[in-house]
């Protein structure tokens, strides 16, 4: 299958990102569907949460939608 060189690199966390510490370690962080309500102030805020939790060189991927 496709995911089996990753699968066993791959770990899925759920938490209220909000309010719960972020796991360390990890090399990439993904939002998926998570700023869109947040407002401007929330944003930042998570995003300098997120930084603190990521090595060096980590990536920050967001999938979000846009209204228009």
């Not at 869109?36 to 999938?63: C, D, T, W, Y």
Request: charged residues 30%.
């Amino acid at each position: 299958p496709i995911w089996a060189d990753v699968r066993d690199r791959l770990r899925h966390v759920a938490a209220d990102l909000r309010t719960e510490p972020l796991p360390k370690g990890a090399d990439a962080v993904l939002l998926s569907h998570v700023i869109h309500g947040m407002g401007e102030k929330g944003v930042k805020k998570l995003f300098r949460k997120i930084a603190r939790a990521l090595p060096p060189g980590g990536l920050l991927i967001v999938r979000e939608f846009l209204l228009g």
